[in-house]
């Protein structure tokens, strides 16, 4: 687990008990910098870490030995996981034109060999959708923008695209709940579902509007809203992530819950006393794009940091009532308290009972 605040790799038993740390902040072997979302293991235990601020992928032996690192181009971030593939080639995003406005950057992924060589670049692939978008800047002396905010309508569809382990891009544009699998020298694989769209309540609408309106004003305080308006009813998915065992997990939208803020301050114009949560549910397919459930996760289960999925459990975090975060392994469990593995190796005539 990467504690980027300190910042400290630290290792754990299965059964959550610290063991110790790997590495240290700093610029020198075995160090870290800036550390972002990329962290895998690789088949014969190896660790890799991404570390933008130094310009590398740190390499750490099982024990936490320094044994490498992987030049990569350093400065750009981003909190998504970075795969590793079953031929134990891992993927790190990248931008394909780092000089490029923020409304033109072309994102790809960077395959590097389990030897640290580079491989090839991968381009996302382009859905031709332009997701409603609202944008604020921030000018100098000069009147030249000198940084820009650009963040998606709230409630409005996006488009979602990401790689499975097993080596090909997932996309999806929720416009409509469909998702294609892009395998490489296969036909592409689409799947369908009819979906019950989920009404925006009146109050969603409201908080969203003024967070939306708080993080745009940190860049430009005169700021007003420049996008279109937020809808009326939420898109067929909103979140879409690959699991380690090649398991599709869709997050479907649900209707808002209700509840106090308790960090509500009257003070602030654009604060507002309600809080509106929603019910993280998905729906998940198997590599072939049958599927296998919808899976309800209990309250306080977050989204981000971005959880890591398998059919029977899933890592993700949660913060307790100091907020403090936590990382917590979650069973997936079927009525009568099974497993979905357990489930399908009884019906193969693996198991008897």
Do not use: C
């Not at 790799?9 to 008990?17: A, E, W």
């Not at 332009?130 to 309508?153: H, Q, Y």
């Not at 919808?294 to 029977?312: A, I, L, N």
């Amino acid at each position: 687990v990467m504690d980027r605040q300190v910042p400290a790799l630290r290792v754990y038993d299965p059964d959550g008990t610290y063991r110790t740390t790997f590495g240290r902040g700093g610029e020198g072997p075995g160090e870290y910098k800036q550390p972002d979302g990329g962290l895998s293991v690789l088949s014969d235990g190896r660790v890799v870490l991404r570390d933008p601020g130094n310009a590398r992928i740190q390499v750490f032996s099982p024990e936490g030995e320094d044994l490498d690192t992987w030049r990569i181009r350093g400065g750009f971030s981003t909190s998504r996981r970075m795969v590793v593939d079953q031929e134990d080639r891992s993927y790190v995003m990248m931008l394909l034109d780092p000089e490029a406005s923020v409304r033109d950057w072309e994102r790809a992924l960077l395959q590097i060999l389990p030897d640290g060589s580079h491989g090839d670049t991968l381009p996302f692939p382009d859905t031709a959708y332009d997701p409603p978008r609202i944008e604020a800047t921030s000018t100098n002396e000069a009147g030249e923008i000198a940084g820009m905010a650009r963040n998606r309508v709230p409630f409005a569809p996006d488009e979602h695209t990401v790689l499975s382990p097993m080596g090909y891009f997932i996309q999806g544009v929720s416009t409509e709940y469909a998702l294609t699998l892009l395998r490489p020298g296969e036909r592409h694989l689409r799947i369908e579902r009819v979906f019950t769209p989920v009404a925006v309540n009146p109050g969603e609408r409201a908080e969203e509007e003024a967070r939306a309106t708080r993080n745009m004003r940190s860049m430009d305080p005169n700021w007003r809203w420049n996008g279109p308006p937020i809808p009326e009813v939420k898109p067929p998915f909103d979140g879409l992530f690959a699991g380690e065992d090649g398991t599709i997990w869709v997050r479907v939208p649900q209707p808002g819950v209700h509840g106090e803020d308790p960090d509500y301050d009257p003070a602030d114009p654009d604060d507002l006393p309600d809080e509106w949560t929603e019910p993280t549910v998905f729906d998940v397919f198997d590599t072939e794009g049958r599927y296998l459930g919808e899976v309800h996760t209990p309250e306080g289960f977050s989204r981000y940091p971005e959880p890591v999925f398998t059919r029977d459990w899933i890592l993700a975090t949660t913060r307790d009532e100091l907020d403090v975060q936590k990382v917590v392994m979650f069973k997936v469990e079927l009525p009568g308290g099974r497993s979905p593995s357990e489930v399908e190796a009884g019906a193969t005539g693996v198991e008897e009972n």
